[in-house]
């Protein structure tokens, strides 16, 4: 959907799960074995999947300013079933947040939320206004006051909405 470049760090794989749904025409990557893949994901693991991915498109609106498009499950809630551990390397004893299980996507997804908050950059990673795409983009603005996962088409067409009403 979005020209722009990935979100940075590990906010690109909380990016890309949310994007595996294109709100417009209902394609679902989980629904491929490639989709899957890209994930380590089962089709077993597809709902949980599903249903983590629509919590954090909620979270992304809200960080946009934006009303949830559907009630999901907090985010939180399912967040805290993830165990992290403090990883520290003896070499110059740096630490980061880790999964404690590095393999299920839940726990991926729980340590890249933890180092975006670390980082400042959590805040930044937003869902796309328009109702149609809630496409997940990482907002480079300097105020961070993005709205559109891109100002070409989802922006255009809201402008364009609103020029529209206002000749009515």
Not at 13 to 41: H, K, M, P, W, Y
């Amino acid at each position: 959907m979005s020209e722009r470049s990935a979100a940075p760090g590990g906010l690109a794989l909380v990016e890309s799960l949310v994007n595996t749904l294109d709100i417009e025409s209902g394609a679902d990557a989980l629904d491929t074995a490639d989709g899957r893949s890209r994930f380590g994901l089962t089709e077993d693991d597809v709902p949980a999947a599903r249903e983590l991915r629509e919590a954090l498109r909620a979270t992304l609106l809200a960080h946009a300013g934006h009303p949830p498009h559907r009630a999901v499950t907090p985010l939180g809630e399912l967040l805290a079933r993830a165990p992290l551990l403090v990883a520290v390397d003896e070499r110059d004893g740096s630490a980061v947040l880790a999964p404690a299980d590095p393999g299920p996507l839940l726990s991926r997804i729980a340590a890249a939320v933890a180092e975006a908050l670390v980082a400042g950059t959590w805040n930044r990673l937003k869902a796309c206004e328009a109702d149609t795409c809630h496409w997940a983009y990482y907002d480079r603005s300097p105020a961070g006051r993005g709205r559109w996962c891109s100002m070409q088409v989802c922006g255009a067409r809201a402008k364009m909405r609103r020029y529209r009403a206002k000749e009515a």
